[in-house]
């Protein structure tokens, strides 16, 4: 069975940076993208950034210039670089993964969330 697990989150001052990681393990075939989702309390969850198989990457525009997305295929890992970070990322941040795993079937995997809080 997959699994992502999420780590790196915590509390930061803003102004600084904070970076977090997901790993994905199980028997996994091919990822086609990952991503990176927060949701704020109260607020739907929305996209941060994702990356492709051939490493096309798309940024929210709220977080363009300051996040950046970064992907390890030998490890299975996806990393989210960040910083300046403000009071308006303080979200539970989720790690997503679309892949192809056993019984070469396509679908879509969640990892549990972290919780990130930028304090001012």
């Known amino acids: 069975q997959v699994q992502l697990v999420e780590s790196g989150g915590g509390a930061v001052q803003a102004g600084g940076s904070l970076n977090l990681t997901c790993t994905a393990s199980?028997?996994?075939?091919?990822?086609?993208?990952m991503g990176w989702y927060r949701q704020a309390p109260g607020k739907k969850r929305e996209v941060v950034a994702s990356?492709?198989?051939?490493?096309?990457?798309n940024y929210a525009d709220s977080v363009k210039g300051r996040f950046t997305i970064a992907s390890d295929s030998a490890k299975n890992t996806v990393d989210l670089h960040r910083h300046s970070l403000q009071s308006e990322d303080t979200a539970v941040y989720y790690c997503?993964?679309?892949?192809?795993?056993?019984?070469?079937?396509?679908?879509?995997?969640w990892g549990q969330g972290t919780q990130v809080t930028v304090s001012s």
């Open positions: 997503n993964a679309h892949l192809m795993s056993y019984g070469l079937s396509n679908a879509n995997y």
């Open positions: 199980g028997i996994i075939v091919r990822i086609n993208a």
């Open positions: 990356i492709s198989r051939t490493r096309s990457t």
